[in-house]
């Protein structure tokens, strides 16, 4: 565990300032426990920005494919159209 200010030798003797030198200690410990918990923040923060670009990328480029999807389908349809007005030209008779 951490070290704090209040671990030292001089305060395990028993005084009438014990209790506030215990609050002390125990502030000290929140205190210290909180800064830690910043920074495991700041870094799952990080760690997150990245994932969140990663996975924007990884959208942005399903996104370009579908855009080309659906260009090739309207391309195809537009082909099988014209064959189809082509087959009904035909006199077959």
Known sequence: MKKTLF????FTHATKE???LNRLKNLDEKI???VNKV???KEEKVLLEKKI???ETRLDEKNQEVERLS???T???SQL???LNELETLDVG
């Open 81 to 83: 159209e014209e064959l």
């Open 39 to 41: 920074k495991a923040l």
């Open 7 to 10: 671990d030292n030798e001089t």
């Open 75 to 77: 391309a195809i349809k």
């Open 32 to 34: 210290a426990g909180a």
């Open 18 to 20: 014990d209790k506030p």
């Open 53 to 55: 670009k990663e996975l």
């Open 71 to 73: 260009s090739e389908k």
